[in-house]
């Protein structure tokens, strides 16, 4: 593997950031006290351990160390910090409470008269309440809590759902000052000011939103306050009883009121509404197009004109496949000539298998699928790759997706007719199983807990997109689910075993069992071991064994007692040989799987329990007990939704399942949309809830909701009337007078330009390079592995580069192939709807120098040569196969010009390397010449590291009209055209 050059830069960042954050005009004392701060900065930046910081090892932010470094003497010290702290109040006691600068269109002048610079001085206003409720809550939970949140996500050890967490900071220490905007971490990365760290990733937040945060951290931060907990006394009447002893006597839950909550647009039931009919309407071809074109005149916007028939190609291939349109099926669409030829070529991708290979991924996504427990310690799932191959076969089958989410929850519990199907639900309960965990923990209660956890947190953002799990420790925040709801279904999850399959180990505190699938089944027994690593694990036996001989040894000697000997041999006995033997018991010495392969990862009933409520989610401080059951929300009276018998997911299944629900097909139905518009209808995929943004076109949500019911909960029929819309046909060119009405297209007048995802982008260019395998492979590398993934030897055989689709590449937690990690592929950690999009330098950097793009680029000009014709019929067959149409006259003039000219050069330096060259000669080698020259060394390094690795003798790399064409390909790999869908 090589250095992971994006977590480079980010870790370059944070260094930034932290010295950023060390400029300490810290609010007030009774935030940051003085000694503490200057603590914190001796441990990040006193090198050499004298006491103070020198302004060399402070790391050169020469404006943050001119504030503090007060007396100009060129050492910090903590006279400095004291002095800057006391300044800052001084300053903060004249200027008394300081004005907020308005808005152009005028903010409230009552929050400008807010509470002092110095945060925290007293509490918040009514008015400064009422700002943050209405112009900063909103913000942050729209655009920051999905992945810094307390009951969520904390990317990077931040959480922004709290007062206190802006203070704690992260990583890198505390994300503002109060009362201090330029010195606030947090403003500085939504203000987009440094490009190697800015938030939100993927889109900058409005110039009003920045202002609004920015008047937040200048009035000191306000946040409502929450009350603490009254304390009772548990030791008897009379009895002081100690802190331990104390217990709230009432929670910190929120009054709920869940009749109003009923009333939210996402929880009341769907209703189908019909579009508005427009006059003069000779725009729109069906129901969807309506609902659009009323919304657009409604805004004052106009659509522009259709894409041209190939981009309109183009683009369908890609979002129904995930690769380009071949040369045959461009010249197929071209020659149809019937009304119905959109439909045709509609039909035909929905029928492939790469249509199940691409919309299986997408949901892979949100399954959050990986081969490995990631955390602390990465322990391999050798048997994950059945639950992918599942919903790959899902998609492939077009299954009701209603019936697809009751089988992932609930499928060991369905009827089966015979043993493939019993297998069949069986491993679609791997959804389950497969979330991240940390093996490292050796409390087995807590362990369960955390798991339970994340399977709700998983389906529930999931299928719901609800954020249950956010009321684990309190009532939710925002939606209408107290803690109580919580706990309910997480006894439907205690209730049920899951078996992820990982043997207990010094490494792994919590192993588990496997589902034997049936043996009359007609399931694959596995993937076969490759050479490399059946010669790596004969390796490790010798090496354990010779372990074993060495202690035997050393006991004979008497350097070892008996007693030591056995404790140790038991050890790895137990840790490294028995896994080593359970591993290769179920291949043969071929590496074929066998038979007791046939395991999978899944779920089954375990002991029916309702649990208590835990405080704060702690587990000492139990409260009420809950019956199993759904949300109360969501129940229609009293006893409605409450497991009575078997652990109730059967009855979450069903209800996930019913056509009454009314969050399943608004949520799918928006990811579809988002699949193919590049975003959602709802711009918060995987957040309905309060918290989440509304949709811009709530009708045509609900349409397409109970049309996808209507359609038997069919995903290929959303997706065919979608896609044969007039509004998918529209171009992607811009319109002035549109886009100065809505800029962020909100109302689709234009068709906006996407990038390719990672594995389209990889799996295009093998397409076009003609390097992909028509084989699906059966299985995954990594199961054919156990244990702890380590960055060793296994590690580069288990993870080496293969020609098949991206989705068939192994997938563990933290480790991804260079591709897929280069261009933005999801953590698998977490539930991800919608993918970040960044665009860095080190993309454009991995398509220039990395050598499996090196290499395609050669088997792609290998293709180009094998043609017969001229160099400008090669030419159009690069730009068709790279874009989908063919070059204009101009561009073929300039590539052919190019190709000539970048022959000659490496000709030129072919004879100057059999001719000594004089001085004059090489001051005269041109700029072409050496790139040239740097791009074959970089292939040839490249090509020997593959033929060592796995055998064959390098591509020659001498011709020069082979170089020229390589690295033409190489270019067409690079340009914006290729990795953007129009």
């Not at 309407?281 to 522009?304: C, K, Q, T, Y």
């Not at 179920?586 to 799987?593: C, E, L, S, V, Y």
């Not at 029916?608 to 702690?618: K, N, Q, S, T, Y």
């Not at 793009?853 to 690069?878: C, I, N």
Request: some cysteine.
């Amino acid at each position: 593997m090589k250095p992971n050059a994006p977590a480079l830069i980010l870790a370059a960042s944070a260094v930034i950031l932290s010295v950023h954050l060390a400029d300490l005009s810290l609010g007030q004392e009774q935030d940051r006290d003085p000694a503490r701060a200057f603590e914190a900065l001796k441990r990040r930046f006193d090198k050499d351990l004298n006491g103070k910081i020198s302004e060399a090892e402070f790391g050169g932010r020469a404006r943050a160390w001119k504030r503090l470094d007060l007396d100009g003497d060129g050492w910090l010290t903590l006279a400095d910090i004291e002095a800057r702290i006391a300044a800052g109040s001084a300053a903060g006691a004249k200027k008394g409470k300081p004005e907020v600068t308005s808005r152009a269109k005028g903010q409230d002048a009552q929050v400008g008269a807010s509470a002092a610079a110095t945060a925290g001085a007293g509490p918040a206003t009514p008015e400064q309440i009422k700002f943050f409720e209405t112009r900063v809550r909103p913000v942050l939970a729209n655009e920051c809590f999905s992945c810094h949140s307390t009951g969520g996500r904390a990317k990077g050890g931040l959480s922004l759902d709290s007062r206190a967490g802006f203070l704690d900071g992260g990583a890198t220490g505390p994300a503002l000052v109060p009362g201090d905007v330029e010195a606030s971490a947090f403003i500085e990365a939504i203000r987009y000011g440094d490009p190697m760290f800015s938030m939100p990733p993927k889109t900058k937040l409005s110039d009003e939103a920045i202002t609004d945060l920015e008047a937040w951290v200048r009035m000191g931060a306000p946040w409502p306050e929450e009350a603490e907990p009254e304390m009772v006394e548990m030791s008897g009447s009379g009895s002081t009883g100690s802190a331990a002893d104390e217990v709230p006597s009432k929670s910190l839950n929120r009054e709920i009121d869940l009749e109003a909550g009923r009333q939210f647009w996402s929880l009341r039931p769907v209703v189908r509404a019909e579009p508005v009919a427009v006059k003069e309407d000779d725009w729109s071809r069906n129901e969807v197009d309506r609902f659009l074109i009323h919304a657009m005149r409604a805004a004052g916007v106009e659509p522009v004109g259709d894409a041209d028939d190939r981009t309109w190609l183009r683009r369908v291939t890609f979002d129904l496949t995930g690769l380009p349109p071949t040369l045959e099926a461009i010249a197929a669409y071209e020659a149809d000539e019937s009304p119905e030829r959109d439909a045709h070529v509609v039909d035909r991708l929905l029928a492939s298998d790469d249509y199940a290979e691409r919309w299986g991924r997408h949901w892979l996504d949100v399954a959050r699928y990986a081969e490995s427990s990631g955390k602390e310690r990465n322990i391999v799932y050798p048997h994950a790759w059945r639950y992918r191959d599942w919903v790959l076969e899902a998609f492939r089958q077009d299954m009701p997706y209603n019936e697809f989410l009751q089988l992932q929850i609930a499928g060991d519990l369905a009827p089966a007719a015979d043993d493939d199907e019993r297998a069949w639900n069986q491993i679609a309960t791997g959804y389950l199983a497969l979330g991240a965990k940390g093996h490292a923990n050796r409390d087995k209660i807590r362990f369960q807990l955390d798991l339970v956890d994340e399977q709700i947190d998983a389906f529930s953002q999931g299928m719901l997109g609800m954020t249950l799990s956010c009321a684990r420790c309190h009532d939710h925040k925002f939606d209408p689910v107290p803690t109580e709801d919580y706990y309910s279904l997480a006894g439907i999850m205690l209730s049920t075993e899951t078996h992820f399959g990982t043997r207990a180990s010094a490494a792994n505190r919590q192993g588990s069992d496997l589902l034997e699938l049936p043996s009359g089944a007609s399931v694959p027994n596995g993937p076969t071991m490759s050479p490399l690593l059946l010669q790596f694990l004969d390796r490790g036996a010798e090496r354990l064994a010779d372990q074993v001989d060495e202690q035997m040894m050393k006991k004979e000697e008497g350097m070892l007692t008996a007693d030591q000997i056995s404790a140790l041999q038991r050890r790895i006995r137990q840790d490294q040989l028995g896994l080593l033997e359970d591993l290769l018991s179920r291949f043969d010495d071929r590496g074929k799987a066998l038979p007791s392969n046939r395991l999978a990862m899944g779920v089954s009933e375990g002991e029916p329990r309702d649990i208590a409520v835990l405080e704060r989610g702690e587990l000492d401080r139990p409260g009420e007990v809950v019956a199993r059951g759904i949300p109360q929300v969501f129940r229609n009276g009293a006893g409605d939704g409450i497991v009575r018998e078997g652990s109730g997911r059967a009855e979450l299944g069903a209800w996930l399942a019913s056509d009454d629900n009314p969050l399943t097909p608004r949520v799918w139905a928006n990811r579809v949309w988002l699949h193919l518009f590049g975003k959602g209808l709802v711009p918060t995929p995987d957040n309905f809830g309060f918290a989440g943004q509304a949709p811009s076109h709530p009708e045509l949500v609900d349409w397409l909701a109970s049309e996808l019911v209507a359609q038997g909960w069919s995903t290929k029929a959303l997706i065919r009337e979608l896609v044969l819309s007039r509004a998918y046909r529209l171009d992607s060119t811009g319109d002035r007078a549109n886009e100065k009405i809505d800029p962020d297209v909100v109302w689709l007048w234009r068709m906006p330009e996407r990038r390719m995802e990672s594995e389209a982008l990889r799996d295009a260019m093998l397409v076009i390079a003609g390097t992909l395998s028509p084989e699906r492979p059966v299985g995954s590398p990594l199961g054919t592995f156990e244990g702890l993934l380590r960055e060793d030897q296994s590690l580069a055989v288990l993870m080496r580069e293969m020609p098949v689709r991206s989705v068939y590449l192994p997938s563990p937690r933290g480790q991804l192939v260079d591709t897929l990690e280069a261009f933005d592929a999801p953590d698998p950690e977490f539930v991800t709807g919608d993918r970040d999009e960044t665009t860095v330098a080190t993309q454009a950097l991995f398509l220039m120098n990395d050598g499996e793009v090196l290499r395609l680029a050669d088997a792609f000009a290998d293709r180009l040569l094998a043609r017969k014709g001229s160099d400008a019929d090669r030419v159009t067959m690069a730009f068709e196969l790279a874009y989908g149409r063919k070059p204009s006259r101009e561009e073929s003039r300039v590539v052919q010009a190019f190709l000539k000219d970048f022959a000659r050069s490496v000709e030129k330096e072919a004879r100057q390397k059999e001719t000594p060259v004089s001085g004059a000669d090489r001051k005269a080698d041109d700029e072409k010449s050496r790139r040239a020259r740097r791009l074959r060394e970089r292939k040839r390094a490249r090509e020997e590291e593959l033929r060592k690795t796995y055998g064959g003798a390098p591509a020659a790399i001498e011709d020069p009209e082979r170089a020229a064409w390589s690295a033409f390909a190489q270019s067409l790999f690079q340009s914006a055209e290729f990795r953007v869908i129009g």
